[in-house]
């Protein structure tokens, strides 16, 4: 291997993470980094994903702990058997539930940057490939603070 093997193997690992027993690829380092600075014991984690209702609120929260985060909190979107868009789904429940303006969406789902402003004010959107990076650690817990 050259001197450089290390480097293309560590790339690969990160674009191509390995697939957990659950079917997840493995969480990255950096992103339970990111989000262990974000989330505190009295945060509640809402569900969003597509595949929220693959898994118990249980199940999830084993997922989490096998990738490294402890949350104590987390809720789920209902299943979305009206096979609504992200954005859509999203405004639906906000539109249906009583929620405070301390929030943050962290999604990589693109319909959502079709939020009304003020969901889409608080929206952080990822890369479905990179996700949460130190590199952007900074401008969301700067973010977090302003809102």
Same mark, same amino acid.
């Given at each position: 291997m050259s001197d450089f093997g290390w480097l293309k193997n560590s790339i690969l690992d990160f674009l191509y993470p390995a697939l957990l027993h659950d079917g997840f690829p493995a969480f990255s380092s950096m992103a339970c980094r990111v989000l262990q600075c974000l989330i505190t014991d009295g945060d509640t984690i809402m569900l969003t994903t597509s595949h929220?209702?693959?898994?118990s609120i249980e199940e999830?929260?084993?997922i989490f702990r096998n990738g +490294?985060?402890?949350?104590?909190? $987390?809720?789920?979107l209902p299943e979305n058997t009206a096979h609504l868009s992200r954005r859509d789904e999203t405004v639906h429940w906000f539109a249906?539930?009583?929620? +405070?303006?301390?929030?943050?969406? $962290?999604?990589?789902?693109?319909?959502?940057?079709?939020?009304?402003d003020f969901l889409k004010e608080r929206l952080m959107q990822t890369s479905s490939y990179i996700g949460l990076a130190d590199a952007v650690k900074a401008v969301v817990k700067q973010y977090v603070e302003a809102v």
């Open positions: 929220k209702a693959r898994f999830w929260k084993a +490294g985060l402890i949350i104590h909190n $987390i809720q789920s249906l539930n009583q929620v +405070g303006e301390d929030f943050l969406i $962290i999604d990589d789902d693109r319909s959502l940057n079709e939020l009304p």
